[in-house]
């Protein structure tokens, strides 16, 4: 069985891989340092697919740590390396912090890959890396230029993409960098889903906290934006989708289909969606309400961002199977299934 060494395992989007890495039969070993999870995930993993992760409780900052779980485990045929800071608002606030965790992960967990003779090597990067887009840009592609990065946190990600090309040129080491767009919803079983450390102020989890009545609204951030109703476009993306393109890409790379050694693959549906939409998909897809005051822009919201999908599909022969409805059905059952365990009032108040 071929094991895959999961770092950031316990957080939003490494959780639902494991997922799919399980179903798919792979092994999965899973480090984290809960900096933004916390280990129950792995019990809601073993609801979800009856197996146990093994797990390593190691800040990915400290390379000798690294090392001893390349050490102890000499079967790993690739890692996926999910384990960042991502809030941009933290990443102004410390840039530091969030320049020395982002990176220096990284750098250790690919010196680790060369020097335990794993090929390959999949980075968590984002749109985020695309900066201001212009308009006539969109849909952006993989060869659409990098403009200046909005926060600390989209230079982190620029930088680990640099990062990682020179080191596949000068070590046999294999990349791929997948840019993703916006992941949102939760597992279909409803059983698992996103539940940081600290509140969250992206917009999905807003809606549904209003709808549930955990907050009393939310704030459209803008209805005076160049686009069709005056509010910002994404590119929204089901975390399962997002999760199906890792084990893709891992398959391919070890069944030597996919020969390059470092690539770069944007992860979206392709399809730009408002906000107001959005808000009108959650509310068809759940039957109830998301209170909501118009406010004003966000400071470094950029108006629109979608993707081209097509690299995706055809590289990894990967295309989304869930819609903006789905997303929001599934972050819904979510966020009731957080008010059964008691856990969504406990998160706002952090
Ligand atoms: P998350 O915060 O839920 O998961 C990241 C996990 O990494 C957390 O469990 C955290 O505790 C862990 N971690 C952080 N620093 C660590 C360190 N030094 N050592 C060990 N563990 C560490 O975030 P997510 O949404 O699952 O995002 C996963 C990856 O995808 C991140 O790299 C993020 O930047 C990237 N990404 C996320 C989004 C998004 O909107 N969620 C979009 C694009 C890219
Ligand atoms: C989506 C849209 C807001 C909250 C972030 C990161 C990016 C990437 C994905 C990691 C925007 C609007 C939001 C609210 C609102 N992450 N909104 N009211 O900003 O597109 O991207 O997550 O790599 O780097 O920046 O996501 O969910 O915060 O916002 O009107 O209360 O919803 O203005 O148009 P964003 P988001």
Known sequence: MNTVLVTGGAGYIGSHTIIELINANFKVISVDNYINSNATTYDRIK????ADVPFYDTDLRDLEAARKIFQENTDIVGVIHFAALKSVPDSVDNPDFCFDNNNNSLINIAKCCVEFNVPNLI??????VYGNVNPE?????????LKKAE???GYTKQNGEVILEFMCNAY??????LRYFNPVGAHISGKIGELPAKRVNNLVPVITQAAAGVIPHFTVFGDDYATRDGSCIRDYIHVSDIADAHVKALQKKISGEYTTAYDIINLGSGD??????AINAFEEASGVKAPHEIGSKRAGDVESIYSNPVKAEQVLGWKPKYNIHDMMASAWKWQLRMKELGIAKHKLED
């Open 137 to 145: 840009d969109l849909p952006v592609t993989e060869d659409t230029p």
């Open 123 to 128: 980075f968590s990067s984002s749109c985020s």
């Open 172 to 177: 046999p080491l294999h990349a791929i960098c």
């Open 272 to 277: 730009g969606v408002s906000v107001f939409e």
């Open 151 to 153: 926060s600390p946190y």
């Open 47 to 50: 609801e979800i697919t009856g």
